[in-house]
Nanobody, 117 residues
């Protein structure tokens, strides 16, 4: 069982930046996959950014060039750096990890990001 705690969300003006953090309860070293998803009101949850073992990170077209996913194994933490934020980025952001390619995956509780002037 992996427990995840997201942080770093908040209210930011258009064009601003935020960095989301996802702290895992144990080591993430060797985890197969980690990613960030988001869900806006009235919409389905969608992939924002994801990285899997042996592959380059992949991003939703809507965030390419603005968002960057990264990990720090020493801190058991996954990050999402979000720059040039737009109102349409407003959503609850969820962290997801998959320790193995065939096993279960785990979700955090979500953190609200609101982009508004």
């Amino acid at each position: 069982q992996v427990q995840l705690v997201e942080s770093g969300g908040g209210l930011v003006q258009p064009g601003g930046s935020l960095r989301l953090s996802c702290a895992a309860s144990g080591s993430i070293f060797g985890f197969y996959g980690m990613g960030w998803y988001r869900q806006a009101p009235g919409k389905q949850r969608e992939l924002v950014a994801r990285m899997t073992a042996g592959n380059s990170p992949n991003y939703a077209d809507s965030v390419k060039g603005r968002f960057t996913i990264s990990r720090d194994n020493a801190k058991n933490t996954v990050y999402l750096q979000m720059n040039s934020l737009k109102p349409e980025d407003t959503a609850v952001y969820y962290c997801n990890v998959r320790p193995t390619s065939v096993g279960p995956n785990y979700w955090g509780q979500g953190t609200q990001v609101t982009v508004s002037s």
